[in-house]
C-alpha cells in the first residue's frame, strides 16, 4: 500500500505541467432585461376610495399598465429570439412592426382619448407624454433591427423603452394617488 502512494506521488511529479489552450474567440450578445431591477412587476397601483369617475378613469389605467406589461412581455420575448437566432430577420421585423403599428399604435389613442376627473387632467397628460415615450422607444427598437450596425442602436432603444416603461408606471402611480 505505502508503495502506491509512494509511486504516485512520484508519478504525478514527474508530469509535465498542461498548458492549457487559448480560449477561442466568441461573439458576445448582450440581452437586456426590461424588468425592473427590484425584479417587481412592472407597474403596480394602489387607489384609495374613489367616486364613480374616478373609479372608472382608475379602471382603465389599470388596464393600461396591463397591456404595457403585455407589450413588454412581446418586447422582451422578440428581442430574445432575435438575439437567440430562433427567430428570421423578416419575422423578427413583421411582428415588431405590427406590434407598433397596431398594438402600441392603439394603445396610445386609447390613453390619449381617455377622460380623467378634472382634478387628474395634469396627471393624464403625463400619463400620455409617457405613452408616447413608450411608443417613440418602441419605433427606435425597429430602427436599431433595421440598423446595419452591431446592435448597439437595438440595445439602446431597448434601455429607452424600459425607461418609458417606467415613465408610463410612474405616471400612472400619480395619476391613482390624484
Same mark, same amino acid.
Given at each position: 500500500?505505502?508503495?502506491?502512494?509512494?509511486?504516485?506521488?512520484?508519478?504525478? !511529479?514527474?508530469?509535465?505541467?498542461?498548458?492549457?489552450? @487559448?480560449?477561442?474567440?466568441?461573439?458576445?450578445?448582450?440581452?437586456?432585461?426590461?424588468?425592473?431591477?427590484?425584479? %417587481?412587476?412592472?407597474?403596480?397601483?394602489?387607489?384609495?376610495?374613489?367616486?364613480?369617475?374616478?373609479?372608472?378613469?382608475?379602471?382603465?389605467?389599470?388596464?393600461?399598465?396591463?397591456?404595457?406589461? *403585455?407589450?413588454?412581455?412581446?418586447?422582451?420575448?422578440?428581442?430574445? *429570439?432575435?438575439? /437567440? &437566432?430562433?427567430?428570421?430577420?423578416?419575422?423578427? &421585423?413583421?411582428?415588431? &412592426?405590427?406590434?407598433?403599428?397596431?398594438?402600441? $399604435?392603439?394603445?396610445? !389613442?386609447?390613453? $390619449?382619448?381617455?377622460?380623467?376627473?378634472?382634478?387628474? $387632467?395634469?396627471?393624464?397628460?403625463?400619463?400620455?407624454?409617457?405613452? *408616447?415615450?413608450?411608443? %417613440?422607444? /418602441?419605433?427606435?427598437?425597429?430602427?436599431?433591427?433595421?440598423?446595419?450596425?452591431?446592435? !448597439? !442602436? &437595438?440595445?439602446?432603444?431597448?434601455?429607452?423603452?424600459?425607461?418609458?416603461?417606467?415613465?408610463?408606471?410612474?405616471? @400612472?402611480?400619480?395619476?391613482?394617488?390624484?
Amino acid at each position: 500500500m505505502i508503495g502506491m502512494v509512494a509511486f504516485t506521488y512520484l508519478f504525478v !511529479q514527474g508530469l509535465e505541467p498542461t498548458v492549457q489552450a @487559448a480560449p477561442e474567440e466568441t461573439t458576445t450578445t448582450t440581452v437586456i432585461p426590461l424588468t425592473p431591477l427590484d425584479g %417587481g412587476p412592472i407597474g403596480t397601483t394602489t387607489l384609495p376610495p374613489l367616486d364613480a369617475e374616478g373609479q372608472a378613469y382608475a379602471d382603465q389605467v389599470t388596464l393600461f399598465t396591463t397591456d404595457l406589461q *403585455g407589450f413588454n412581455t412581446a418586447m422582451v420575448s422578440l428581442n430574445e *429570439g432575435w438575439d /437567440a &437566432r430562433e427567430l428570421e430577420y423578416a419575422a423578427a &421585423r413583421d411582428t415588431l &412592426r405590427d406590434e407598433i403599428n397596431v398594438n402600441i $399604435a392603439a394603445w396610445n !389613442q386609447r390613453v $390619449a382619448a381617455a377622460v380623467p376627473p378634472v382634478s387628474l $387632467a395634469t396627471q393624464h397628460q403625463a400619463l400620455v407624454d409617457a405613452a *408616447g415615450l413608450v411608443n %417613440g422607444a /418602441a419605433v427606435e427598437v425597429l430602427a436599431g433591427l433595421e440598423s446595419s450596425d452591431d446592435g !448597439q !442602436q &437595438r440595445a439602446a432603444a431597448l434601455i429607452a423603452f424600459a425607461d418609458a416603461i417606467a415613465a408610463f408606471n410612474t405616471a @400612472a402611480d400619480n395619476a391613482a394617488a390624484g
